[in-house]
Every structure is written in C-alpha cells, then in structure tokens.
C-alpha cells in the first residue's frame, strides 16, 4: 500500500483504489491528468507534497512515460509511487539546504554527509563525492542532480 496522508490512501495493488483516486485527479473528465490538474489535486488532496513542488515536478516528468506532457491512467500508479520517492528524497535534501537557497553547497554537503549514507569523514574524499554529484559544475547541488546521484547509489 502506498500511503499517502491519514485521511487519504492509495492501495496500487487495488485496481477500485486507483480507478477512484484518478477520478478525483481528473478534474476536467478527459482520462488525462494535466501538471496543472495533478498540482490542484496535490493541494486539496494530498496536502502534504503541496509545498515540494520539485518533488511534483520530478515524478510528473518521470511518470510521462509516453512523453506526451499528459498522465494516462496506465502511468498514474507510477506517478503515486514517484511522489512518495521523490518526496522523500526532497526532505532528505531540505535538511542539507540549512540556508534554503535550494541548492547544496560543498559546505552544507560535509556537514550532513551522513544523511546521504556517506561513511567518511574525508574532507578531501567528500569534495570529490560533492564533485560527482554537481554534474553541471555550478559549485551547488541542485535536487535534479541529488535525484540522478540518489538513484545511482541505490541502483
């Protein structure tokens, strides 16, 4: 079962679950779920991702499978199960962002290295992780290159 808040679930091994939940996404009837719908739905239903819209943001974009700018009822379970994740993973990213610029400095990196399941100390070995991670070698972790990194470590 995928949790999602105490007054609202989504069972995605019950196809009656999911066949209700979509409902309450498609708010204009198409069988489409629109970014727009899915961030109205997020608000009033699923409150607690409203305020991560880099999380909504990834598991829309990642859920797309056809690309086609939509979410079709074939991918919406995979849009409940990426919002779970990434969620996650933004929270895990907030609490390195001490200064909540959204973005990770090399700073902020060393300090919470441990959040991240990094087992050195190493200031010289966690530069280089850092340097790994900041893909686009702006001096800054942003949550799309923490995503590709997290997902990476755990493949």
């Given at each position: 079962?995928?949790?999602l808040?105490p007054?609202?679930q989504?069972?995605?091994s019950d196809?009656?679950?999911?066949?209700k939940?979509?409902?309450?996404?498609d708010?204009?009837?198409?069988?489409?779920?629109?970014l727009?719908?899915?961030?109205k739905?997020v608000?009033?239903?699923?409150?607690?991702?409203a305020?991560?819209?880099?999380?909504?943001?990834?598991?829309?974009k990642?859920?797309d499978?056809?690309?086609?700018?939509f979410i079709?009822?074939?991918?919406?379970?995979?849009l409940i199960?990426l919002?779970?994740?990434?969620d996650?993973?933004?929270?895990v990213?907030?609490k390195?962002d001490?200064?909540?610029?959204?973005?990770?400095?090399?700073?902020?990196?060393?300090?919470?290295y441990?959040l991240?399941?990094?087992?050195?100390?190493?200031?010289?070995k966690?530069?280089s992780?850092f340097e790994?991670i900041?893909t686009?070698?702006?001096?800054?972790?942003?949550?799309?290159e923490?995503?590709?990194a997290?997902a990476?470590k755990h493949?």
């Amino acid at each position: 079962m995928s949790k999602l808040t105490p007054k609202y679930q989504v069972d995605v091994s019950d196809k009656a679950s999911v066949e209700k939940a979509f409902k309450q996404f498609d708010y204009n009837n198409n069988g489409l779920l629109s970014l727009a719908e899915i961030d109205k739905a997020v608000i009033e239903i699923l409150p607690q991702f409203a305020k991560d819209k880099p999380a909504i943001m990834r598991a829309y974009k990642a859920a797309d499978k056809s690309k086609d700018g939509f979410i079709e009822k074939d991918e919406f379970v995979s849009l409940i199960k990426l919002l779970n994740h990434y969620d996650s993973l933004f929270k895990v990213f907030q609490k390195l962002d001490t200064d909540k610029d959204k973005r990770i400095s090399l700073k902020e990196f060393i300090k919470g290295y441990e959040l991240i399941g990094l087992d050195t100390k190493d200031a010289a070995k966690l530069k280089s992780e850092f340097e790994k991670i900041d893909t686009n070698n702006g001096g800054y972790i942003l949550f799309e290159e923490f995503c590709i990194a997290m997902a990476k470590k755990h493949a």
